[in-house]
């Protein structure tokens, strides 16, 4: 069975730039959600997709990221404007269902440096 | 807001000795989960924890959750180089909701 996969796994871009990561989860996974890890922490949700719909995007900066899963299966992670704070990883995960003890499954990462 | 606070952050140690992770909240988790991460990769799952008290063995690997869901332990016997690795403790406040996580201790075992 594939694992969640995510491109590009590094990206270096200036501040103010724009930049997008994707992701497309495990076969057949209803949810997917998107991580950002700072170095030295663990993963902080951004956002949780149940199919093609948003379940939890609170702690989403809407001013400048923004997210899609328009079939329901891939997605994509933007930030426009990017700033220097926004160095991290991004990681992708997604689980079965929304069951509180499902597991969730996570891609490599994406590796972003803001200059 | 919860909270998972892991300790220690860091811990060196050599091979074959013991050690023991914690992660604590001031709030009930209906689920609890245990992660490691090695550099460059993502999270990949080591145990779930669902009832007051539970003990899970994973071969050296204990993890216990605290008979209240607010805690949990992580304990390795005889470690090994290849247990080096970030240990992240997820909780799940809610079924059906996403996970928080503790900021993880990273563990080097040198031979």
């Known amino acids: 069975e594939a694992g969640v996969a995510q491109s590009p796994r590094y990206k270096i871009i200036e501040k103010r730039q724009s930049v997008a990561f994707w992701c497309n989860p495990i076969?057949?996974?209803?949810?997917l959600y998107w991580y950002q890890q700072i170095l030295g922490q663990g993963p902080k949700l951004l956002i949780q997709?149940?199919?093609?719909?948003?379940?939890?995007d609170s702690q989403l900066p809407k001013d400048r990221f923004s997210a899609e899963r328009l079939k329901g299966v891939d997605s994509t992670l933007k930030i426009q404007p990017a700033k220097l704070e926004d160095s991290a990883v991004y990681l992708c995960?997604?689980?079965?269902?929304?069951?509180?003890?499902?597991?969730?499954?996570f891609g490599p990462g994406t590796r972003l440096t803001v200059l | 807001t919860q909270l998972l606070e892991q300790s220690p952050q860091f811990l060196s140690i050599q091979e074959g000795e013991n050690l023991t992770v914690y992660c604590n909240s001031s709030?009930?988790?209906?689920?609890l989960q245990w992660y490691r991460q090695e550099p460059g990769e993502g999270p990949v799952l080591l145990v779930t924890?669902?009832?007051?008290?539970e003990v899970k063995k994973l071969k050296r690997l204990t993890f216990q959750f605290g008979d209240a869901r607010k805690d949990s332990s992580l304990h390795i016997t005889a470690a090994q180089p290849g247990d080096t690795g970030l240990y992240l403790c997820?909780?799940?406040?809610?079924?059906?909701?996403?996970?928080?996580f503790g900021k993880g201790t990273t563990l080097s075992v040198s031979s």
């Open positions: 995960a997604s689980s079965l269902t929304r069951g509180g003890t499902d597991t969730q499954y």
């Open positions: 076969s057949g996974h209803a949810t």
């Open positions: 997709f149940q199919n093609n719909g948003v379940v939890d």
């Open positions: 709030s009930v988790f209906s689920s």
């Open positions: 924890v669902v009832t007051g008290g």
């Open positions: 997820a909780g799940g406040p809610q079924a059906g909701t996403a996970l928080i």
